[in-house]
C-alpha cells in the first residue's frame, strides 16, 4: 500500500529529524514485543478493513512496524521499531505511529514520477502521488522499504537513493522520505502496478505542474528541491 502526505489540515507535519542520509547510514533496530492497541482501536482496524473489502480491495491485514524512537548519528540515523498490525494505521486520527515510506522518484533530468492511485486502495483512492511507497515489513530497515516499494510499484531500481527525512503527521503516521533517481533512459521502462491507474513524467519545475498535483504534492516536491 502506498503513502503519500496527506491533504491539507489545520495541523502541520513535524519534521522529526533532516538528512540527507547515505542508505547504509540508515540503521533500523526492532523490538521483539509487539504493540498492543487498546479494545477500541482493534475495533477500529477491524472496521476499516471490512470497509476496504467492501468496496472492492484485495487488501489484506498483517504486521508492519511501529515507531519507538530515534537517534541522530554522525551522518546517520538510528531508528527503533516494533512490529504492529498494519490496519493501525487506518484508524482515523490515530495511526499509533505506524511507519510508512515514501520513495519520491525522478528522472536523471530531473522531472518526478507521478502516479494516480486506483480507486480501491487504502489511501489517496483516486488521487495522484509522487514516486512509490508502503509500509514497512517486518524485520525490514526504512531505508530497504524505499527500494522494494520503487520495484514493486514501478518495476524499476534507482541508480541512486538517499534518505530525506523521518516525519510525523498530524494524525500520527510517521514517514520515512527518501528521494531516488534512476538511470537515464530507464523512464520508458517504468511500469505502474495494479495500485495505479495513470501515470505521467511531471517537469523538473514545480512551478509547471499540472493542477491535479495539488498543494501538498507541490510543497513537498519544493521541499526536497531545496
Known sequence: MSAQPEPASNETAEILARGPWE????????????FEPSPAYSEAADA??????DRGSPSHDGVAARLVD??????????ELQPLR???????????????????????DGRWLAGRRAPWVATWAGRWALGAGGAVDLGESPADTLVRELGEEWAVS???????ALIALPHRLVM?????WIAEGEEC???PDHEHDEFAWWPR??????????????????????
Open 23 to 34: 542508505l547504509e547510514r540508515v540503521k533500523a533496530h526492532w523490538r521483539t514485543e509487539q
Open 48 to 53: 476499516a478493513i471490512k470497509g476496504l473489502r
Open 70 to 79: 530515534f537517534r541522530l548519528e554522525p551522518d546517520g540515523i538510528a531508528i
Open 189 to 191: 521502462n517504468v511500469t
Open 86 to 108: 498494519w490496519a493501525l494505521r487506518l484508524v482515523a486520527g490515530d495511526a499509533s505511529r505506524s511507519v510508512a515510506a515514501l520513495c519520491v522518484t525522478r528522472s536523471a
Open 205 to 226: 519545475d514545480v512551478e509547471q505542474w499540472p493542477p491535479e498535483a495539488g498543494e501538498a504534492l507541490s510543497r513537498m516536491a519544493r521541499w526536497l528541491s531545496e
Open 158 to 164: 534507482p541508480e541512486r537513493v538517499r534518505g530525506e
Open 176 to 180: 520515512f522520505v527518501g528521494q531516488a
